[in-house]
């Protein structure tokens, strides 16, 4: 299912995307990195991750290979990657796989992944590699980038993991490259990023999902998505589909839009974030907070000795003393004007 084309159907369109410009400007950059058959993108590898135990791996030189990995579809893509990898792993030299097509397993069904490169070394290690256009400005970039291109990558490594287990002498590092632009230039600098405890985060979701066939089992049947239905259709097939909405998901999700609509007109706290949500304990609207903070006063009564309630009541108190004195303190601020 196409969700932005769902989503404009719907009449709540995603009027969210990456620029033009973001989208030229790392593609230009990852182009510089790769060029030359990879000689930067390699030279980086051996200088932070390629040394191997005591130092045996010999530099990359211009023999490194640079198999062709092009194929009908993805499923065709995903299998020439698999016997890429394999050859390499055998041949004991250094070897770039620019844009590998990966398989993994989620939820019972195949998603296919495509890192920016992946590196396999003489030694049999096969590393990640992530390219992004983000600067590292003095030796750090922005925490919460790195974080993000880390839990991406950390899909990549579970999905080598996979294609390692098939192939004698393989192993995937658990440490991966971020290669980004450093200080305000275009050159391209690296730095090793440990992924161990992201792998060990995802690994445990990706075990709790729950299979598509459950997840289809579940579902009305005749239900459909597809986008040439009436609006109100649509609406009503969606709302089959049980969702949480968090202002996180305007980030990530194409019908995230839609979702807020539905959770404000359904006075959910959740659209307030889910650290309110998680506050406010067994209040799920913002009617039953305005209630437990008011005594009751405004709709139906919480239990009075909830903690959540309890805290409601205080803090209503507070602010009802702190506006109660706010037009003293307007008038007395005033009144000392020189004007």
Known sequence: MDKTVLAAALGSPAAFGQSQFAIVRGN??????????????????????????????????????????TAAGPQGRAARTALALRDATAAGAWTLLDHPML?????????????DAVVVHPDGRWTVVEIKSFPVIDGSADAAKVGAAARQATVYVLALETTAAKVAGAEVGHTVLLVCPKDFSNLPTAAPVD????????????????????????????????????????????????????????????????CRGRARGADEVTALGRSVRGELGALTTVGA??????????????????????ALRYAARLRAEALEQAPARVRTEASACPC
């Open 103 to 115: 398989a993994l397993e989620v939820a019972g069904s195949p998603a296919y992944l495509e890192p």
């Open 195 to 258: 992924v161990r405890r992201e792998r060990s985060v995802t690994r445990r979701q990706l075990e709790r999902l729950t299979r598509v066939e459950e997840l289809a089992e579940a579902l009305p049947a005749g239900l459909s998505f597809d986008p040439e239905r009436s609006a109100e259709e649509l609406t009503e097939a969606v709302s089959a589909v049980s969702a949480s909405y968090a202002p996180e998901c305007l980030a990530a999700c194409e019908l995230a839009f839609h």
């Open 28 to 69: 230009s950059f990852e182009a510089k990195v790769k060029a030359d058959g990879g000689a930067e993108l390699l030279r980086l590898v051996y200088e932070h991750l390629g040394a191997g135990p005591g130092g045996a791996a010999e530099p990359p030189g211009p023999d490194a290979l640079t198999p062709d990995l």
């Open 289 to 310: 907070a305005l209630a437990a903070a008011a005594g009751g006063g405004c709709g139906p009564a919480p239990d009075p000795d909830d903690p959540t309630a309890v």
